[in-house]
Structure formats: structure tokens, C-alpha cells
């Protein structure tokens, strides 16, 4: 889950961080797909050493995609996978390790959080059934004949959980595609690929960031080595943070809102159902569908440069203590966690969207000189340092709720005001009611006296005619006498002859 609102705050506030990704994609050469050549150097400008992949970062977008139909067996699902993975490894082309995590089980303070929630998704899907078993129901005592149901073998997202036969055979799956490509695929050539599935505890992330602590330990590790890491969780970034490597990126997807269904589509399936209730709805064909196929973009985030942004940000001059940058970067990410994260509740006063982080870090610069040091020893914070930051923080609730009371009473007005405006626009808008078509004498009764209808009588139209044409006359008698008065008059002309004449014949006498 991560942090909420963190990235976009981040990458607002340090636009040079992002950094979006250049890809190549498989050729088509006499209609057969050539894929990428991945042993060629990585066309973004950066080699990468390591890769490691939040796997349920890739399983669950591959249950429900938005940019595709979704897979209706579990073959389709690990076909899905397999070419994701592919097109990740493409983009980053790592040249030593490749990491793969599942989520194990989770830990202690997280599983309360996993229970709830995937008790309650069950919940919500059962009472989905039962509302369409009603439906459906419904319309069968009406004559409406209703399409039979189709249950895919992907249809739980529950079976992505530590322990379940589906996460035994995806382990099986991906043992299987790694031994196929390190065999046929050039680029995986001299990669050492490391797969931790759902029997091994802990969250996907976390045993990737023990992996890199680990190497770190070891004898011989190179500083310079290049991790990537891909994942959308936001405590990635504070994972990254805190490993204090200095040359970290975070592969990211482009989040954006996936279109809908295609209207077209829809319309000719609701057409050809009127046709035939019986028959099955249309699928498009292989190319129809894609054709319907967006494929996300990706963007890298430069932990290299974050750093470089948060040591020139906090950094405070005339320090009573040496100032270091990796200090500094651990309190940040003790900061962070005040607005909360998958471990832990936000404080209430504290929201990223309200400035909660801007406000953190002009305190700590304000108090560190007091402080005596840094919020955190190593592993282990400073409760007594932590204790005046927090009473220093605790000084702006009255201010922030004052706040959150203001925008929410400014919020309230501008709904009554609309409900208002609504109110009154509908009273005075005149409704349409079937005396408009069929008008019976009372209703003309009424609206002649309200004056919404004009009397069109056959009297009151020969009377309103002749006030027109006796109109015309007295202003064409006004104008002859100005002209004659001025000495201009003209003889008047003689009456023109009628262009049909009568063909009545003269009465006769007897």
C-alpha cells in the first residue's frame, strides 16, 4: 500500500528526480516478432548491475488489468506475467544479479491490516453475487432471457496469498521461465537470477533491501555498484533511502486513468443480443483486441539526485555537531513515518496533502542545533531527542485543526449555496406536462390569464391583422403629406391591375 500522496508530493517538489524511461520494442520481419536484443546496451543512458522485482507489484496488475482483458485461466495469467517480466528486463537490462521476491507472509503488525481487508473483499464479492442472482432472477420471471454466467479460474484475487496451490504452481511457472531464458535469451547470458517465493516470510520489498544490506557486508562489495529496483509502493523510495546506497533507482509505472470499453463495441453486442438472447456476445478478434491494448509508459526515479535534493534541503549551517548527509537521510525517513505507512497509523494533524512533510522538515531545521544530534542512532531512534521534536510538531495542532475547521465550513457553504441555486432554478423553470400537447380549455383558461399563451382565436387574428395594415396606412398617409409639404410631392400612382382576374360572371337579373 505505502505511502499515500507521497510520490506526487515528491515529484512535485523535486521535479528532477523523474526521469522518463526510453523503450524499444519487438520488431515484426515478415510477420514474424522479433524480440528485443536485451545484450545490447540499455538505450536510457545508464547500465544497471542489479534488478530486483516486487513481484506481487506485477501478479496483481496481471489478474486486473486495465489496459486488457483480463485472462480467464491461470495459463493465461503466467503468459501475462512472463511478457511483463520481459518487458521490465528490456527496459533495465541488468548485467549481474536478478532478484525476484514474492510476498511470504506477512509480519505481525501488518497482518491484522491483509486480514480485514481481504475478509471484507470476500464480503463485498458475495453480496455482488447474491444482488445479481437476484437480478438475474428478476428479469427470467419477466420473459428477459439473461446470458448464463461464466466463472474464470482467475476470478478470487484472495488466491494471491502465502501458502495457497495457486503460489505453489506460479513458484513452478516462474522456475520454469527462468530455465528458458537463462537457455535461449542472450541478455540473461552470466546472470545470477535468485527467486524467493511465497515460503519465504516477509514482504517482497523488504527481502530485496536484506538482500542489498547483506551484499553490503560482504567482503569485496562495490560501491559503485548500480541497483534498480521496480515497484509502485511509495516506502520503496524510504527503503532505498535507508540502504545509503549511492546509486539507486526505483522503475516506476506511469499511473494514469485507463479508458473505458469501447462504445462501439458495446452498442453492437446490446444490438446483436436484441437479435438473438440466446447466442453468445461477439469477441473481437486477436488483432481487434490489440489493437484496444495501451501500453503504460515507465519513469525512472533518481534516488541518486533525491539525496542530493534532501542534503542541500535540511542541511543547516553552524551546527554545533559534524554535519552528515547520511544522518540526514535517515531522519527523513523516521519523519515520513509520522504520516503513516503499511506498519503504522498517521498522526491525525498530519497529512502530505496539507504540507505535513514541509512542515517536518522546517522544525528539524529549526531545532536540530538544540537536538544535540540526530533523531536516529543507527537502527534505534533518540526517544528523548524524538520527544521534543514531536512537542515541537504537537505546537501546530490547534493551528491545523482551525484550518481543517475553515475549509470544512467554507466547503458546507459553498454546498448549501449550490443546493440553493439548484433549489431556485428548478422552481422557477416551467415544467412540461401533457396539457402542453393536448391543451383542454381549462389549461388554456389558465395559461391565458397567466399570460404564457396569447389568445389565437380566428377573431383576435383578423382583429390583430387589420391593426397591422391600418398601422401601415396612417404611416404611409404621414409620409405623403411631409413630402407634399415640403414641396415635393409626386402625382400618385395610378392603382395597379389585379394579377388574376375574377372569373365570377355579373349577376343576372331576372
Known amino acids: 500500500m505505502g505511502v499515500p500522496a507521497f ?4 515529484s512535485q517538489k523535486y ?16 510477420d514474424v516478432e522479433v524480440p528485443v536484443d536485451t545484450s545490447k546496451p540499455n538505450p536510457n543512458g545508464m547500465e544497471f548491475d542489479n534488478l530486483y522485482l516486487d513481484m506481487n507489484g506485477i501478479i496483481h496488475p496481471c489478474f486486473h488489468p486495465e489496459d486488457r482483458p483480463a485472462p480467464t485461466t491461470e495459463t493465461e495469467v503466467f503468459l501475462v506475467i512472463f511478457d511483463y517480466i520481459d518487458r521490465l528486463f528490456s527496459i533495465v537490462r541488468p548485467r549481474r544479479v536478478l532478484f525476484m521476491a514474492i510476498d511470504g507472509v506477512a ?12 475478509f471484507r473483499a470476500a464480503q463485498d ?19 428477459i432471457k439473461v446470458p448464463k454466467k461464466e466463472k474464470t479460474e482467475t476470478w478470487d484475487s484472495n488466491t494471491i496469498t502465502p501458502g495457497t496451490p495457486f503460489m505453489h504452481r506460479l513458484s513452478v511457472a516462474l522456475q520454469y521461465y527462468v530455465h528458458q531464458r537463462l537457455n535461449n535469451d542472450p541478455g540473461w547470458r552470466e546472470l545470477e537470477v535468485i527467486l524467493s517465493d511465497s515460503n519465504v516470510p516477509g514482504e517482497g520489498e523488504h527481502k530485496a533491501m536484506a538482500f542489498v544490506r547483506e551484499q553490503r557486508g560482504r567482503p569485496g562489495w562495490n560501491a559503485n555498484t548500480r541497483h534498480c529496483v521496480y515497484g509502485l509502493d511509495a516506502d520503496l523510495i524510504m527503503l532505498a533511502l535507508a540502504t545509503h546506497e549511492p ?4 522503475l516506476r509505472e506511469v499511473v494514469f486513468n485507463a479508458a473505458g470499453p469501447d462504445p ?42 533525491l539525496r542530493e535534493y534532501l542534503a542541500l534541503e535540511l542541511k543547516v549551517p553552524g551546527l554545533p555537531f559534524p ?34 512533510i514541509e512542515l517536518m522538515m522546517r522544525v528539524y531545521r529549526q531545532e536540530l542545533p538544540g537536538l544535540g544530534g540526530y533523531l536516529v542512532q543507527g537502527a534505534n531512534p533518540d526517544m528523548r531527542r524524538v520527544e521534543a521534536f514531536i512537542r515541537k510538531i504537537g505546537a501546530f495542532e490547534d493551528t491545523i485543526f482551525s ?51 396569447k389568445p389565437l382565436g380566428r377573431e383576435a387574428v383578423a382583429a390583430e391583422r387589420e391593426a397591422r395594415e391600418a398601422a401601415k396606412r396612417e404611416a404611409r398617409r404621414e409620409a405623403r403629406q411631409q413630402a407634399a409639404a415640403n414641396g415635393h410631392g409626386e402625382e400618385p400612382k395610378p392603382p395597379r391591375a389585379p394579377l388574376f382576374a375574377s372569373r365570377c360572371s355579373p349577376s343576372r337579373t331576372p
Open 7 to 10: 510520490y506526487r508530493w515528491l
Open 15 to 30: 521535479p528532477k528526480i523523474v526521469k522518463d524511461c526510453i523503450e524499444e520494442f519487438p520488431e515484426l520481419v515478415n
Open 107 to 118: 509480519p505481525r503488525a501488518k497482518m491484522n491490516q491483509q486480514r480485514s481487508r481481504r
Open 125 to 143: 464479492t458475495e453480496e455482488k453475487e447474491k444482488e445479481e442472482e437476484r437480478i438475474r432472477a428478476e428479469f427470467e420471471a419477466q420473459g
Open 247 to 250: 546509486h539507486f533507482v526505483i
Open 264 to 305: 462501439r463495441e458495446q452498442m453492437r453486442a446490446q444490438m446483436f443480443s436484441r437479435n438473438d438472447p440466446n447466442a453468445p456476445e461477439p469477441v473481437p478478434d486477436k488483432e481487434e483486441r490489440k489493437a484496444q491494448v495501451a501500453r503504460k509508459p515507465y519513469q525512472f526515479l533518481l534516488v541518486s539526485v
Open 323 to 356: 554535519f552528515d548527509p547520511e544522518r540526514v537521510y535517515d531522519d527523513f525517513v523516521f519523519m515520513c513515518f509520522f504520516c503513516g505507512n503499511d506498519f503504522l497509523p498517521h498522526m491525525p494533524t498530519l497529512e502530505i496533502r496539507e504540507g505535513a
Open 403 to 453: 484550518k481543517r475547521m475553515r475549509e470544512l465550513r467554507r466547503q458546507k457553504d459553498r454546498l448549501a449555496r449550490q443546493r440553493a441555486d439548484q433549489a431556485r432554478h428548478k422552481a422557477n423553470k416551467r415544467k412540461f406536462s401533457a396539457s402542453d400537447a393536448a391543451p383542454t380549455n381549462r389549461h388554456v383558461a389558465g395559461e391565458l390569464a397567466t399570460g404564457h399563451m
